[in-house]
Every structure is written in structure tokens, then in C-alpha cells.
T-cell receptor, first 112, second 115 residues
Framework: GESVGLHLPTLSVQEGDNSIINCAYS??????FIWYKQESGKGPQFIID?????DKRQGQRVTVLLNKTVKHLSLQIAATQPGDSAVYFC???????????FGKGTTLSVSS | NAGVTQTPKFQVLKTGQSMTLQCAQD?????MSWYRQDPGMGLRLIHY???????DQGEVPNGYNVSRSTTEDFPLRLLSAAPSQTSVYFC??????????????FGEGSRLTVL
């Protein structure tokens, strides 16, 4: 079946470090991948997305890398700040393109 | 610009009671969906809709009903609440082009407790 998983449930970093959050996916036919940030008590917020015809996409302080050979997705956050502390979810489209399938999430804790 | 609005934000029910979680979006999105979020489980899809009059089941549809009479609204109904339905519920919407091709916009969530 389809599943999206994250390698680590928690990640702790110091302010100013670069953070890397990893995600493995199982559906090789997925066309679209997305990262969300969820702060406590709030809904998921879009961070960055990438389509299957790309292997890298950059935003402001964030980069998403897609390795389709090993079905691996990663989110890199540069110069991590305390405000980046949240739960991060990766998601992929299902085979029909009718839903996003979410991973279980990685909790990022940033200490100053 | 309201985006996706969910009501109520908090609700406590007794087992067997019924209720409706409301979701409205003002972005003219054809695609709307309901997810539930449980600790350690990520978000799981309950039902979705790709336009008025069209609904379909997601991963965990049992115990929930939906309808889509307008583009703006997508209510989620619990006909007979059970403790297993204690969760945080999120409504999300997106443009629809025959498939999801962009981000889902999420509401702030509705926290439901069933005693």
C-alpha cells in the first residue's frame, strides 16, 4: 500500500545550525510531494513542494531534495531559528491524485 | 481573506450523540477534504470532494458522512459518536485540475472529545 514515513520522530538542533529532515515514500508513481509545518494548536502550513520531474527546489531558507531512485525526500532548513520549532510532515499524492498521503511527522526542537 | 474556516474549534460529545463539523472556504476551490489527526499517526483522509454533488471515501471513512451541496461548504457529520472518534479534525481545500497539483490549504482544526 501507499505510505509515507519519516526516518526520525524527533530532531534537536542549536539555533543557527542547518537542519535536515528526511522522509521515505513508497509510491513510485507519485507526481507531487509537499512539506508542511505544523505549530502546536494550528493547522498545517505549506512550506515547499516539488514535482516528480525535479530533483531540487529552493525557497527562502528551505530546500527540498527528491531522490526518485531510492524514493527519498528531504527538507533542509538553513540557519534554523527558534521559530522553526514545530512538527514537519512530508506528503505525497496517491496514485489517483485525489489525496495527499501524510507521513507521521518529525518534531523539530531548536534551542538557543 | 478568510481561507478555510472550521467550526466549532472545540466540542465535547457523549457516546451516541450526533454532530456536524462545519467547513467553509472562500477561494472557489473545487477540491475539499477532511482529515483526522491522532497522536503519532499523522493526518489520515476521511472523505473528499472534487466538486458540488461529488464525494468519495478516503482512508478512514467509517462513522462519518459528508455532502457537498455548494462549492463553498463541506460539512462532516458524525451520526453516532464513539470514543474512537476523539481526534483533531482538519478541513482542507485546493484547486482541482483532475488531480491534486498544488498545496492543500488547511483550516485551524476542530478538536473533538467523545466521552
Amino acid at each position: 500500500g501507499e505510505s509515507v514515513g519519516l526516518h526520525l520522530p524527533t530532531l534537536s538542533v542549536q539555533e543557527g545550525d542547518n537542519s535536515i529532515i528526511n522522509c521515505a515514500y513508497s509510491n513510485s508513481a507519485s507526481d507531487y510531494f509537499i512539506w508542511y509545518k505544523q505549530e502546536s494548536g494550528k493547522g498545517p502550513q505549506f512550506i515547499i513542494d516539488i514535482r516528480s520531474n525535479m530533483d531540487k527546489r529552493q525557497g527562502q531558507r528551505v530546500t527540498v531534495l527528491l531522490n526518485k531512485t531510492v524514493k527519498h525526500l528531504s527538507l533542509q532548513i538553513a540557519a534554523t531559528q527558534p521559530g522553526d520549532s514545530a512538527v514537519y510532515f512530508c506528503a505525497e499524492t496517491n496514485q489517483a491524485g485525489t489525496a495527499l498521503i501524510f507521513g507521521k511527522g518529525t518534531t523539530l526542537s531548536v534551542s538557543s | 481573506n478568510a481561507g478555510v474556516t472550521q467550526t466549532p474549534k472545540f466540542q465535547v460529545l457523549k457516546t451516541g450523540q450526533s454532530m456536524t463539523l462545519q467547513c467553509a472556504q472562500d477561494m472557489n476551490h473545487e477540491y475539499m477534504s477532511w482529515y483526522r489527526q491522532d497522536p503519532g499517526m499523522g493526518l489520515r483522509l476521511i472523505h473528499y470532494s472534487v466538486g458540488a454533488g461529488i464525494t468519495d471515501q478516503g482512508e478512514v471513512p467509517n462513522g462519518y458522512n459528508v455532502s457537498r451541496s455548494t462549492t463553498e461548504d463541506f460539512p462532516l457529520r458524525l451520526l453516532s459518536a464513539a470514543p474512537s472518534q476523539t481526534s483533531v479534525y482538519f478541513c482542507a481545500s485546493s484547486p482541482w485540475q483532475g488531480a491534486i497539483t498544488g498545496e492543500l490549504f488547511f483550516g485551524e482544526g476542530s478538536r473533538l472529545t467523545v466521552l
